[in-house]
């Protein structure tokens, strides 16, 4: 199930659940460039309020864990309303 299906249909699993643990939710777990975690990382983001992502932008740049640049920038480009793979 997807992160945007899991989103939809049992939010509370998600609502609580720090940046990082809702990427090993994603693809296989990590984000890397064109792979099928970043993907739909970035398709979640694009459903949840602006107050997560404001949380989530917070918790890259103060918690260093694998991946949080690449999550950084995703959480930003959606912020500034970039599209999808055009940042």
Sequence with gaps: MSLVELWSVSR???EGKQVRQ???FAGPGQLTDGGAGASEFREFLGVVPSDHLARYADECLNESFPGSGLA??????????????QC
Aim: a negative charge; charged letters at 5%; hydrophobic letters at 55%.
């Design 12 to 14: 509370a699993q998600l």
């Design 22 to 24: 809702i990427i090993a």
């Design 72 to 85: 950084l920038q995703d959480v930003v480009n959606q912020i500034v309303g970039c599209p999808l793979n």
